[in-house]
């Protein structure tokens, strides 16, 4: 147990290196976490804007592409389909792995985990920042994969062989395709070491008294979002080290029968369908990996600032574990149609289609915690209720897209971008803007400015849903997703109108995050300065000096003596008891 | 445009700076201790959920109906007609529960928003509410699945008729080719060997014979580049790129000639499966006929990388994968001619069947289409009559 551990006295020397650069300390590696994400997200997000110019106001002269790409990928302001597809690609993966993969849980896991269960540190101080580092390595290659002479990867994000296998078949799968898979097999390993670490210290570390049924639900969420990293990733590593030597060593794990460039080729034997089944063995975990620490983040943001207890604390618990099973035997929903065995669609329809029943309990049971609470709206709590209600919009139309039946007519269509980046894009970026509004002042000690939050939050929700709730009757008008241009159909010349209304909202939104980026900074140096629990909650990080302190808690840590979620709990004058709180004689621990 | 852009950041500076100056006016009369928001705020944020709920729920009433129109139009094959029944159905209930929860949501935001001196209600749990909002979402989930499942069970296994149209798609960067089964109405054996001036690789004996031919060919200039690159590399030559180039072609087109042979060989022990492609026929044209009212099964193959045959109006969509045959078969209910008033009969617009490619496939993805047109029988029989057999198209 940790509370074993002497208090480690501030005697040794912390040079600026060990300080801020190879840090071992969760609170430092968290926030390194969060700025290298808030960077890469930078870039994934104008990555994303400058497509969408090209889909609004397809083949126009715009000064802007040219600034941003060069002669080579946008003369005279024209961009170049190979750049249109590559932006796409890169803006897709930035954004699941770097930001809501590596930033969403890098940040708040080692953030909070030590904190909530009442640890000095994590399990590994080194791991951790080896984990960081790898991070910050693999960020860096993707991040110049963009600048080399042919392109960055252009196959999508999931880069399906042959297209990212063969180099005669566009040139983003080039250097730019090798570097998307060395970059990506580096952050897995920064992901893995990681999970290990947040695995380890959740089963081991935590304080006398923060039994598995007292944890808050964000450690539950990080807990088991780490054990689904563990069990996935490897799968894509591995089907990320057949790529890579079926492009450089001839091998054919994943080819046969082709004929390009004027060439058939030697390889065969292979399937590209195996690649499909690797890559989404990890790919729909991934999607949980994502989502489950912003619901995480979500549950602890509400009950908090609904001055109430979360509903039905173990039902919660319970749906966790079961969206976590489930998500792991449902990956063929991604590919009803690749020509798999139509047994296995029904299969995977049901499996699919069962996940909403833990969605819609988890859904229920947060609209019966804000029921009759005392709701402090404060940003965060407004991201929060924000992403409730973009789980549940996006949660809805995977109903559609989970049943095998309506997925062949929406499949790869504008429909199912509408859909995931509703519930697991904007909906894992509320749950994170909610941790960083709410934890600042654990992270920095001091309150980011409210005013402009809120300003952050409406121009974000209003942006969100101004562009991807459209995007669903492109999709049900059967326009397709990546797309450079819907102009040569003549189908779709009438919908078009659509892609510009698309755009003013993107770019309005990608303005607002400027709002939350200098907020950010701004708050760091001169925001006002806070005690040590703004928010009056009752997990343990709030019970530690606001100086963020080697071992977090100066002399004994605290001892736990009840539930989280005592809020506005009958006996108590105050609305809040945090768990160190003794029980009173007679009183029953919470649930 | 620029203008707007221009404006709104400006806007958003102009609001931060104001804020920025009341925030430093307000922080000197506040402590630690102070509230991290105001009542006002709270109160504000209130309101501004519930307006938010309104025009949210305004909006989605009104695109819906007045959007519709430019949604595909009713399925024109049989099964669509399923598909679409089930999406209505689906659609249905997801709106229920999305304007329900929200309705909620939104609600809850703006009755219980947070007043000093209130306590919240001590709720944390009751198992029997918990256990009827898993069991009723569950019961209509069973139902919705079941009969999602029973739907695509049976357009995935189609009886298969005697008559139908035995249709093949061939897809590579950025063309669609198509290939009918002649008289037999079986495709004949096609291999990715024989592709070159053969669009579909339909494996003939003559047309195995020429591309050995071909392929042999090739190899003699490569070995005579190869040789001559050697030397230049040999003389401090620094494109080694050519030559190591060079040599991968060189061991394709060598391991192509093999293939080859290994074909010639079998034909000769087997003759029979390499007759049935003689009659197939190849259409090279952005446009094809199929008949209303017969069965289509389409055998999907794919050259280069993995393309998608996507029919939208059809409810039709499969993935062409190099080195597999997929398949979907499909019923046409309307001639191109009827589905443009059945869609103006529903206010929609109709601009003629369109196969596309729905699945990254390069630089030119944007543009890879065939025109379908749907006839009567008689009309697609006397078409395919004047088109040429493999055989005689092949020389």
Wanted: glycine fraction near 8%; include cysteine.
């Amino acid at each position: 147990m940790a509370g074993g551990h002497e208090h480690h006295k501030h005697e040794h020397h912390e040079t600026f290196i060990s300080k801020y650069i190879f840090s071992f300390d969760h609170k430092m590696i968290a926030k390194q976490y969060l700025i290298t994400a808030i960077i890469m997200a930078v870039f994934g997000m104008g990555m994303s804007v400058l497509f969408r110019l090209q889909l609004a106001w397809p083949g126009e002269k715009m000064a802007i592409l040219n600034f941003f790409l060069g002669d080579k990928w946008a003369p005279e302001g024209v961009l170049d389909p190979n750049m249109y597809l590559a932006l796409v690609t890169i803006h897709g993966t930035i954004i699941v792995f770097f930001v809501l993969t590596g930033g969403l849980s890098g940040t708040f896991s080692n953030l909070l985990i030590p904190y909530q269960i009442g640890a000095r540190d994590m399990a590994s101080g080194f791991m951790n920042m080896l984990s960081y580092w790898l991070f910050f390595i693999s960020s860096v290659i993707m991040i110049y994969s963009c600048f080399i002479e042919s392109g960055p990867a252009s196959g999508g994000w999931t880069v399906y062989p042959p297209l990212s296998a063969l180099p005669q078949a566009m040139p983003g799968s080039g250097l730019g395709m090798t570097l998307w898979l060395v970059s990506m097999t580096l952050f897995i390993a920064s992901s893995l070491m990681g999970s290990l670490n947040y695995i380890v210290t959740v089963i081991n570390l935590r304080t006398k008294g923060m039994t598995m049924t007292r944890l808050p639900l964000t450690i539950w969420c990080f807990f088991i979002t780490a054990i689904l990293g563990v069990l996935s990733f490897p799968v894509l590593l591995s089907a990320a080290l057949l790529l890579l030597f079926d492009r450089s060593l001839g091998t054919s794990f994943y080819l046969d029968s082709i004929f390009v460039a004027g060439q058939p080729l030697e390889a065969t034997g292979g399937s590209p369908i195996l690649y499909e089944h690797l890559f989404w063995f990890l790919g729909h975990p991934e999607v949980y990996i994502i989502l489950l620490p912003a619901l995480g983040l979500v549950s602890e943001v509400i009950t908090t600032n609904s001055r109430k207890p979360i509903f039905g604390y173990r039902a919660m618990i319970v749906s966790v574990i079961a969206i976590a099973f489930l998500s792991f035997i449902v990956w063929g929903h991604h590919m009803f149609i690749t020509g798999m065995s139509p047994f296995l669609g029904t299969v995977f329809t049901f499996t699919t289609l069962l996940i909403a029943i833990p969605s819609a309990v988890k859904v229920f049971n947060y609209l019966a915690t804000i029921w009759k609470g005392n709701l402090r709206l404060t940003p965060a709590m407004l991201f929060a209720l924000g992403m409730v209600s973009l789980f549940i919009s996006g949660g809805l139309t995977g109903i559609v897209l989970g049943d095998s039946a309506l997925d062949i007519n929406v499949h790869d269509t504008y429909f199912v971008v509408g859909h995931f980046h509703i519930v697991m894009g904007a909906g894992a970026i509320f749950g994170m803007f909610a941790g960083v509004y709410h934890w600042f002042p654990r992270m920095y000690g001091k309150l980011m400015i409210s005013k402009l939050g809120y300003l952050h939050f409406w121009i974000t929700f209003i942006g969100v849903y101004g562009v991807f709730y459209p995007m669903h009757f492109l999709g049900l008008a059967g326009v397709p997703r990546r797309y450079y241009t819907n102009m040569e159909f003549e189908m779709f010349q009438d919908i078009q109108f659509i892609n510009p209304i698309i755009t003013v909202f993107a770019i309005l939104s990608a303005i607002g995050q400027f709002i939350f980026i200098f907020n950010f900074f701004y708050s760091i140096i001169k925001g006002r300065v806070t005690n040590n629990n703004p928010w009056k909650a009752n997990t343990l990080e709030w019970t530690a000096p606001v100086e963020r302190i080697h071992g977090n808690w100066p002399g004994a840590l605290p001892v736990v003596h009840r539930w989280p979620y005592d809020y506005s709990k009958p006996g108590y004058e105050e609305d809040f008891v945090p768990q160190n709180v003794p029980l009173k004689e007679d009183e029953l621990d919470g649930h | 445009m620029e203008l707007l852009i221009l404006f709104t950041v400006l806007l958003v500076i102009i609001a931060i700076a104001k804020i920025l100056k009341a925030k430093e006016l307000i922080d000197k009369f506040k402590d630690a201790d102070s509230d991290p928001v105001t009542p006002a705020e709270i109160k504000t944020s209130a309101t501004g959920m519930l307006i938010f709920g309104i025009v949210f729920f305004a909006l989605v009433v009104v695109t819906m109906f007045s959007w519709n129109k430019y949604l595909l139009p009713s399925s024109s094959s049989e099964h669509g007609l399923e598909i679409d029944l089930l999406m209505k159905t689906t659609l249905v209930i997801i709106l229920i529960v999305f304007f329900l929860t929200h309705a909620l949501l939104f609600w809850f935001v703006f009755k219980y928003y947070f007043r000093s001196g209130k306590k919240a209600f001590w709720y944390p749990h009751n198992n029997r509410i918990e256990l009827a909002w898993t069991i009723i979402p569950a019961f209509v989930l069973i139902l919705l699945i079941s009969y999602g499942m029973t739907t695509w069970s049976n357009i995935m296994n189609p009886v298969k008729k005697k008559d139908a149209v035995v249709l093949e798609f061939l897809s590579e960067q950025f063309v669609w080719t198509s290939r009918y089964a002649g008289k037999d109405n079986q495709l004949g054996y096609a291999s990715f060997a024989l592709y070159g001036k053969n669009k579909v690789g339909v494996a003939t004996p003559y047309a195995m014979e020429d591309r050995l031919k071909e392929t042999r060919e090739s190899i003699e200039v490569l070995v005579k580049d190869s040789a001559e690159f050697e030397k230049l590399v040999a003389n401090g030559w620094n494109r080694t790129k050519n030559l190591d180039d060079t040599k991968t072609s060189l061991k394709n087109f060598r391991a192509n000639e093999r293939r080859l042979n290994a074909m010639i060989a079998e034909y000769k022990s087997n003759p029979a499966i390499f007759k049935a492609g003689e009659d197939d026929k190849v259409i090279n044209s952005d446009s094809i006929l199929i008949p209303k009212g017969r069965q289509v099964i389409l055998k999907l193959r794919s050259k280069d990388v993995i393309h998608s045959a996507y029919l939208p109006h059809f409810r039709a969509q499969m993935n062409t994968v190099p080195g597999l045959t997929t398949e979907f078969v499909f019923t046409p209910k309307y001639t191109s001619e009827e589905m443009y008033e059945v869609a103006a009969s529903e206010g929609k617009k109709f601009t003629g069947y369109i196969l596309y490619c729905n699945k990254i496939c390069g630089a030119s993805h944007y543009n890879m289409k065939l025109k379908i047109n749907v006839v009567e029988d008689e009309v697609y029989k006397s078409w395919l009559a004047q088109q040429q057999d493999f055989v005689e198209a092949y020389k």
